[in-house]
């Protein structure tokens, strides 16, 4: 599957820099501009929090009728944290990658500035399995906290390859610009 999205022109002076992963001798990185870059040969995004708008990742991820019912799902929560205050959402998951069919998607969320009280109580139900998430918005959200098993916090953890072990690209959604 082409997750190559149409190409525009300078797309501006917006940088969003990456945290640093653990145990990795990788330098900070800054990507700058909103375009979501080619998947990789593993059909990835490459190494890096890309800054992305709603729609380049509907543009980017969408293309299907099942990848459309997961983005109707994710555009619900990235709205309902919106509204409780959160700026920033990071996707993750198969469904940032070429598989033909994602079961569901990944997201973490900042938690600076969100008001929990306004959250829908789904949201903060973060125990396995997330069946209620995934029923209502079709995928795991979590609050971006430390990760059990890692120590790192999600963001972090997002961008760590469970199966080879190596590292990965993840999204980053501004939810003040979400319309």
Request: include cysteine; proline fraction near 8%; charge should be negative.
């Amino acid at each position: 599957m082409n997750r190559s999205p149409e190409r525009r022109g300078d797309p501006g002076p917006a940088c969003y820099p990456q945290p640093a992963l653990l145990d990795l001798p990788i330098p900070q990185q800054y990507r700058c501009g909103v375009t979501l870059p080619d998947l990789d040969t593993d059909g990835a995004l490459p190494l890096g929090i890309h800054l992305a708008t709603w729609d380049e990742v509907v543009a980017f991820f969408g293309g299907t009728a099942h990848r459309a019912e997961l983005l109707a799902g994710l555009l619900d929560v990235l709205r309902d944290l919106q509204r409780a205050g959160c700026r920033t959402a990071y996707l993750d998951g198969s469904f940032v990658t070429d598989k033909e069919v994602p079961g569901d998607y990944d997201l973490c969320w900042d938690m600076d500035a969100v008001d929990l009280s306004k959250l829908h109580p789904v949201i903060l139900d973060v125990d396995v399995p997330r069946a209620a998430q995934k029923a209502r918005y079709r995928g795991d959200i979590l609050p971006n906290v430390t990760e059990g098993s890692s120590g790192a916090p999600f963001v972090e953890f997002f961008q760590r390859n469970k199966v080879t072990g190596g590292v990965k690209g993840i999204v980053a959604i501004n939810l003040e610009e979400l319309v």
